[in-house]
């Protein structure tokens, strides 16, 4: 078994910045993509970045260049860096594992519970 945990969110002001970090538990050997979704009241589970093992990211269009994934392979752990945040990027973001590699099983699709991000004045 394993679990995903996220912490750091939050209420900040606009133009504010906040970490995400997200927390695989369990017996795991490698973790192969690991990524950010974000969810809005009454919008669809949306992107926001991932990353590979050996560090090739992606964005969505709406946070490049103000939010940066970045992750920790041996403590198999994931950061989301969130800067220059605006209201509209008030969510609950979740914690995504496309695939864990454990002792003699694999997991696939793993999520977190989720950490509420609002941004507001």
């Known amino acids: 078994q394993v679990q995903l945990v996220e912490s750091g969110g939050g209420l900040v002001q606009p133009g504010a910045s906040l970490r995400l970090s997200c927390a695989a538990s369990g017996r795991i050997l490698s973790i192969n993509i690991m990524g950010w979704y974000r969810q809005a009241p009454g919008k669809q589970r949306e992107l926001v970045a991932t990353i590979t093992g050996s560090g090739y990211t992606n964005y969505a269009d709406s946070v490049k260049g103000r939010f940066t994934i970045s992750r920790h392979n041996a403590k198999n752990t994931v950061y989301l860096q969130m800067n220059t945040l605006k209201p509209e990027d008030t969510a609950v973001y979740y914690c995504?594992?496309?695939?864990?590699?454990?002792?003699?099983?694999?997991?696939?699709?793993?999520w977190g519970q989720g950490t509420q991000v609002t941004v507001s004045s």
């Open positions: 995504n594992a496309d695939r864990i590699r454990g002792d003699g099983i694999w997991y696939f699709d793993s």
